[in-house]
């Protein structure tokens, strides 16, 4: 997209992680602290999380302009988050600030020095879920590239993504327009906008976003609870089940990523044999993990989606999501 700057707009949650490093995973109904003799937990921390904040997270490493949207409670950890993301340059000025009673969803988080695994036990809070009203009256789509939203709050996210799509065929029109009159070479790409929706829970209300993105994520467990049995199987299971020509991609761990491009109904007299074709990349093993709870697909989608953004052609990117998946293995190991 060359006709604005690249803005990425992520659309979710924003929690904190109570993180506790120990030696192996605790027996049920005992204690470990820093001296224990059988185990002992060797480090803690707070950390900022949530699959959103996450994806700003890893956009802001990437020296990627970006912006977290979601509720915020005003509360004790409100400076604490915005410190935070502040300290990255993410910008969260839009952010709907809560008074009152609100809490900010939380998780403990249990890592595994030994078997390298996160346990995660996670409370919602009772912070009220961003509106069409927010989206309005906060997001600037005029100087925005690329909007993402973590697959939750449906309701009011499919709303948000139909403004989009609105701004989006309204631009289209004058960019019609404006040559015809002035000659000028503009694009519709220099002022549309990528959609991209993050489908990961298991709840049947998220297959609603499905059709909506022109880039959609599938987590592993919304895959298998549909009946994937490996990342080649989602796509394939979710090709139908997006838009025409959309991007599907799905990471599965150690399994490495399949991609395809949506087919919108089943394939029958398609020209273009690349139209339903699946591509799998491998994963890239670290020699030793060091931290599990990162390595997650919320973070796969936008260490690909910057490589996407200045693309020609959505579909062509292959050599981006090798690197995608190579920087996770290298990231996250010794």
Known sequence: MTGKAVVVVVVGHL????????????????????????????????????????????????????EFFGTLANDHLLKFFTDDMTSLGIKYDNCPIIDGIARAPASVVICSEESGTRTIVHSKGDLPELTLDDFQAKINLAVTS?????????????????????????????????IKNSGLKFSYKDVSITISVEVEKCRESLNTLLPLGHVVF??????????????????????????????????????????????????????DPSYAEIKKIDAFPPSQLIDSL????????????????????LFNVIDKKVRAIHLLGRRYSV
Request: proline share 3%; with cysteine; net charge negative.
């Open 15 to 66: 929690c904190v992680d109570d993180v506790y490093h120990v030696l192996k995973y605790p027996n049920e109904d005992s204690t470990v602290g820093s001296r224990t003799q059988h185990n002992r937990c060797t480090k803690q921390e707070w950390a900022r999380g949530g699959n959103a904040s996450n994806n700003s997270t890893v956009l802001a490493c990437l020296n990627q302009p970006v």
């Open 146 to 178: 690329w909007v993402h939203f973590e697959g939750r709050n449906e309701t009011e996210v499919v709303k948000m993504i139909e403004k989009i799509h609105e701004y989006n065929n309204n631009a289209a029109k004058r960019v019609k327009h404006t």
């Open 218 to 271: 599938v987590g592993k467990d919304f895959a298998s609870w549909q009946g994937a049995k490996n990342c080649r199987d989602a796509v394939q299971l979710m090709q139908s089940k997006v838009s025409a020509g959309s991007l599907v991609i799905c990471p599965w761990g150690e399994d490495g990523a399949a991609y395809g491009v949506g087919t919108g109904s089943q394939v029958t007299d398609n020209d």
């Open 294 to 313: 990162v390595v997650q697909s919320p973070k796969y989608c936008f260490v690909v989606s910057p490589a996407m953004i200045e693309m020609e052609h």
